[in-house]
């Protein structure tokens, strides 16, 4: 559930800075970079800080391996 959670709120995070670099500012396209660095970070890393804070807030991690 957790890598589901992370990947969703990655995707909308991409799309609305997208959006929002259309209709307001192409210095969005930072915010975009900066999620895209993020989720490159944690692929090498393997910590991602949102999954931390799912963690405490109590969502469990899925025991079955999607894709």
Do not use: H, P
Not at 18 to 26: D, E, G
Not at 42 to 56: P, V, Y
Request: proline content about 0%; overall charge positive.
């Amino acid at each position: 559930m957790k890598n589901r959670i992370v990947r969703g709120v990655a995707g909308t995070f991409i799309l609305i800075s997208l959006a929002l670099a259309i209709y307001v500012n192409i210095n969005w396209l930072w915010f975009t970079a900066f999620v895209g660095a993020n989720l490159l970070q944690s692929s090498i890393t393997k910590w991602c800080l949102l999954e931390d804070i799912l963690k405490k807030f109590g969502v469990k991690e899925s025991k079955e391996n999607c894709c």
